[in-house]
């Protein structure tokens, strides 16, 4: 996707707006759209990356939208203090044969080379 979900699932943010992340000019498309998109192509889950997420994912959107942020201190050596988790999605299957999702974070560290833990 080359557009943004937006960051709320508020009525003012439905449909596709001009997006609100720095200078950029990407669209953004709201909690309608992303349902829509879900309900029109069969599918339970909007999964998608490449936005920085400072807890490593985020559900959006009354949980059609997971965005997901693998880079774990993203911004440690560039802005001293700004360390940010990442996260990875686990995907199994449970007893039903229904596909289960479940976020894991990394989180952040303190120095680059500090091991990371998982959050539980």
């Known amino acids: 996707m080359w ?4 960051g709320s699932d508020d009525a003012m943010k439905m ?3 001009a997006g609100e992340r720095g200078s950029s000019m990407i669209p953004e498309f709201g909690p309608d759209v992303s349902e829509r998109f879900c309900r029109d192509n069969a599918l339970g889950l909007i999964v998608r990356s490449h936005q920085y997420i400072k807890e490593g994912f985020k559900v959006m959107h009354g949980g059609w939208v997971v965005c997901v942020f693998s880079a774990r201190n ?3 050596d560039r802005v001293i203090g700004h360390a940010n988790d990442a996260a990875i999605l686990l995907v199994a299957q449970d007893r039903n044969g229904d596909l289960r999702v479940h976020p894991k974070r990394l989180l ?3 120095e680059p080379d500090e091991p ?3 959050a539980t």
Request: proline share 6%.
């Open 15 to 17: 449909g596709v707006h």
């Open 74 to 76: 993203y911004f440690l």
């Open 108 to 110: 952040a560290a303190a």
């Open 3 to 6: 557009s943004d979900p937006s």
């Open 116 to 118: 990371g833990r998982v």
